[in-house]
């Protein structure tokens, strides 16, 4: 992906124009259904900082949003007339809340005005040169840390109903804990490593810890890392001490928000680690994901069993890339917090349960958890960078990425449609707005039939409208709206239960452009933005609205 060049003035419109009735579908034989009666813009905001005066008028100042939304299954001819715009920018984004892909009117394109930064020093926190020259994210393959659902060890035991005559072929009993200097082979799934096959890697017990709750935590390192002295005893006394000492400790705090990693459990008739087992971290060289757990690890193996059934580190392991440690857009204890809280979201939704109860969500959902859980608990100070605001939701407003659907995106996909992106914009929102309650909610939900069902309810059981009103909302973000926004519009600062959640304000990605062409169809809860730059008073167009979609216009 490349960043958008930065408009540095503004000249007649013609010459703005990127692209006129490229793409999307200018059929004539299929003329849009006229607007149904009383069919119009309606003021999406209110309160402080709201310009929207009413339906056909900007205040001159503030943040205006308006939107309609056609929730019938044929296109409709909006007309839109806004005045009072006194040469700002329409800044349009069509939202698709349906489950089949909507095909795109032709529209003409043209560039965003420069933003106007809200101060000087308005910049992201990354590292000098943390933005390659190639345009690609923090990694190729950012965050692979679970198989699909349908692959899951777990599912399986965890989907059988125990037998009175299930017999236990291992005792439930914690294995002897480890001392420092011991070598063990950690079987490293190749899903991790980005190849077909798993690694095997020698690694050496180098730091140990007993956390507030009493769990014994094991820092290995393998032997490759070793040898390449890429990572020094500083970083390792740095790493342990920030996981179980004070107030800031990481291991404590995850598991204060998500709870613990593993715990007693429901006999299902098959072993498993026991209740008290200590917790592993691997540092593992050339891995082609930041960090990794896998259900397979906390099954045990079976002697008499066929070898492919016998591919467990019967462990509660987390394996982490060794460039956490020295890679400047990769933080070690972000990484850490994420993962652990797979395990503990895992062990709380499913291993807990009783069979029959459990739920198994999809790996969007699953990974929304684990971002968010990352963005609750930065600390400035402690994490070198806040991943969401200074490199996920970044790369999702580079303008690549809109037209996706977060319920189909492969966990390890590497084109524009990035999950971890998408997640981190969708989880910053829902935190700005919902707060820790909502995280507490879908932490416990289990009552809806799918994952999106669930952050549906679970988003009206704290007040808010619903998934497709949120859906929307989240797409004005595309608009670059500043932190002090209107209520439910921005990605401005929330303190809230003893977490802090920092501001992401547009002026920190003024330099982001917008689609530079037209796509056929619009995704299911896919977005697609475009412009009118520098409309001096009155902003008058029909617009081609989509069956079950929406258009959001902001003007800023």
Known sequence: MQIAARVLSLLAAASLMLLSGCGGDGDPIAPPEPPPPGAQLEVDCSGPRCGAIDAHRYAGSGIGI??????????VALPVR???????????????????????????????????????????????????????????????DLPPMAADPMQGLK??????????????????????????????????????????????LVRQAVARDGRGIHVWVDAQT???????????????????????????????????????????????????????????????????????DVGLNDPAGPPEDNLSNEALVLFISDDNFYNPVLDELAT???????????YRQVIAKEPGQEYFHQSWFVELMALMAEDALYLPGLNRHHESRDFFVRYWLRGQGFNCDILSIAILAVDRCDSYNINSTIGAYLLRHYGMALYQRLLDETGAPDSWGILDKAIRDVGGP????????????????????????????RSDAGYELVPMDGSLYADYGLPTSVPMYLQPRGFFPFVRPAVRDVYEETITVPPHTSVSVVVR
């Not at 017999?167 to 899903?191: N, Q």
């Not at 705090?253 to 200590?278: E, F, I, K, M």
């Not at 500043?482 to 439910?488: E, F, G, K, R």
């Open 466 to 493: 619903g998934v497709q009103t949120t859906l929307r909302r989240i797409g004005t973000t595309i608009a670059l709206l500043p932190a002090a926004s209107p209520p439910n519009f921005g990605l401005g600062a």
């Open 82 to 144: 806004l005045a009072g715009l006194a040469g700002k920018d329409v800044q349009l984004i069509y939202t698709n809340h349906g489950d089949t892909p909507q095909r795109l009117p032709a529209l003409e394109l043209y560039l965003r005005s420069p933003y106007p930064l809200a101060a000087p020093a308005a910049r992201l926190a990354a590292p000098a040169g943390a933005d390659a020259a190639k345009g690609e994210g923090p990694r190729r393959h950012r965050r692979p």
């Open 336 to 346: 850490f917090t994420h993962e652990l809280t797979h395990l503990s979201t895992r």
């Open 159 to 204: 989907s059988r109903k125990p037998s009175p005559s299930a017999k236990i072929i291992a005792p439930r009993v914690a294995a002897p804990a480890p001392r420092l200097g011991d070598v063990r082979t950690w079987r490293v799934s190749g899903y991790g490593m980005g190849t077909d096959e798993d690694a095997f890697r020698r690694s050496t």
């Open 226 to 296: 070793q040898a390449a002295g890429s990572v020094t005893d500083a970083m390792l006394d740095g790493f342990i001490r920030d996981l179980v000492e004070g107030e800031t400790a990481v291991y404590d705090r995850t598991v204060a928000l998500s709870g613990p990693p593993w715990g007693p459990y429901p006999d299902v008739g098959l072993p498993a680690l026991a209740p008290d087992q200590d917790l592993h971290v691997a540092f593992i060289r050339d891995m082609m994901a930041a960090g990794m757990v896998h259900w397979n």
């Open 66 to 75: 308006w939107q309609y939304t056609n929730t019938g299954d044929e296109r």
